[in-house]
């Protein structure tokens, strides 16, 4: 099994995950440091791992990383394609440079990690890809470079489907809302801010996910019992985009506190085990 980005957040849990099943998991990333941790994590619980060290934009490593992933370990069963992510910015703000950053990072890196693993193993032998894109329905203000990519990757997601089918390769996506993975570490307090507030009061969950509840979804879409699933989005969002303008207001009175996301009594003990690297 393959995971990019699996140094952190929710593709570290996956890792773990799928080793802990008893897969070797490949895990991928530009940073060595955050690799080796994972892979001590993992052995010492047991599992089997590799690191490999590639930015999954850069074309000619990622077609040397399967080559090698397939000669050190002689298959390829599955892919979750999960490396990626985003800066926040209004449109009027982002430069060409940083749009086409965000497109490379989370459309065509995606892209050519696929179709590197579809051509050099599962073109041949099968297998299942696992494509994670976000809660980009009707838009994602502030983070519209990443909403257009991963817009792409969910319809790449339904054209792969179909013309892998006949190899027996099923391709599908997930699509996490707002998860209290090691991820949010990346923005400053400011942007966290603006996340809270923008985003908690539309969850009808009334909370963030955690990085194991998207893991179990990839696990799941690489598994057998998902045989007849390809071409599909698994949303794990706590109900996001089906909340309307209105909806909180129409809630029963009994559940008519503030709430705001990070301040649910679940909250804090999510980002802390988050924080902590303590979510497997
Ligand atoms: C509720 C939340 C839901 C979502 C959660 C998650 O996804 S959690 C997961 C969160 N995890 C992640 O996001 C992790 C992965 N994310 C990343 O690696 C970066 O965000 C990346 C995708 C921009 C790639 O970065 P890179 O190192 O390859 O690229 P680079 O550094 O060379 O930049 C290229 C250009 O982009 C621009 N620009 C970049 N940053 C900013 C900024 N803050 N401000 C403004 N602009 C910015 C700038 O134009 C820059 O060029 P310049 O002006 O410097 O010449
Ligand atoms: N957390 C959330 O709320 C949501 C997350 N997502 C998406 O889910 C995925 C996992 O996010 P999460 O775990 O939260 O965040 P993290 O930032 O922890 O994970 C992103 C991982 O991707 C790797 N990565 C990023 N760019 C590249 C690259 N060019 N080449 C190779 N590896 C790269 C990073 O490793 P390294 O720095 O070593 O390269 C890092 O391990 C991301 O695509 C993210 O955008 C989507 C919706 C919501």
Redesign the pocket.
């Known amino acids: 099994m393959i995971v990019?980005?699996?140094?952190?957040?929710?593709?570290r849990c996956a890792a773990h995950e799928l080793a802990s099943l008893g897969a070797h998991v490949a895990i991928?990333?530009?940073?060595p440091e955050?690799?080796e941790t994972v892979r001590i994590e993992i052995e010492e619980d047991g599992g089997s791992v590799s690191t490999h060290v590639?930015?999954?934009?850069d074309e000619e490593t990622v077609a040397a990383t399967i080559a090698t992933i397939i000669k050190d370990h002689g298959r390829i069963d599955g892919l979750v394609n999960?490396?990626?992510?985003?800066y926040r910015a209004a449109i009027k703000d982002i430069t060409t440079k940083g749009f086409e950053a965000v497109v490379r990072?989370?459309l065509t890196?995606g892209f050519i990690v696929m179709r590197e693993v579809y051509n050099q193993w599962m073109a041949e032998h099968g297998g299942s890809i696992v494509n994670?894109?976000?809660?980009i329905w009707h838009g994602w203000p502030h983070f519209s470079h990443?909403a257009a990519a991963r817009g792409g990757m969910f319809t790449l997601t339904e054209s792969a489907a179909t013309e892998f089918a006949a190899s027996g390769v099923r391709v599908n996506s997930v699509a996490?809302?707002?998860?209290a993975?090691?991820?949010?570490d990346?923005y400053d307090a400011k942007d966290t801010e603006f996340i809270q507030k923008g985003v908690s009061p539309h969850i009808p969950l009334q909370r963030f996910g955690t990085?194991s509840e998207v893991s179990s979804a990839i696990v799941f879409l690489l598994s057998p019992g998902a045989s007849f699933i390809t071409g599909s989005c698994v949303r794990v969002d706590g109900g996001a985009p089906n909340a309307r303008r209105g909806w909180w207001e129409l809630q029963p009175a009994e559940n008519n506190t503030p709430f705001n996301g990070f301040h649910r009594a679940s909250e804090p003990a999510i980002l802390a085990a988050a924080h902590q690297g303590e979510q497997r």
Not at 28 to 31: D, E, F, I, K
Not at 176 to 179: A, M, N
Request: glycine fraction near 26%; aromatic fraction near 0%; avoid cysteine.
């Open positions: 990019t980005g699996g140094g952190s957040g929710i593709g991928v990333g530009r940073n955050k690799l590639s930015d999954i934009r999960n490396a990626g992510g985003q990072s989370n890196g994670m894109i976000a809660d990443s996490p809302g707002s998860i993975s090691s991820g949010l990346t990085e």
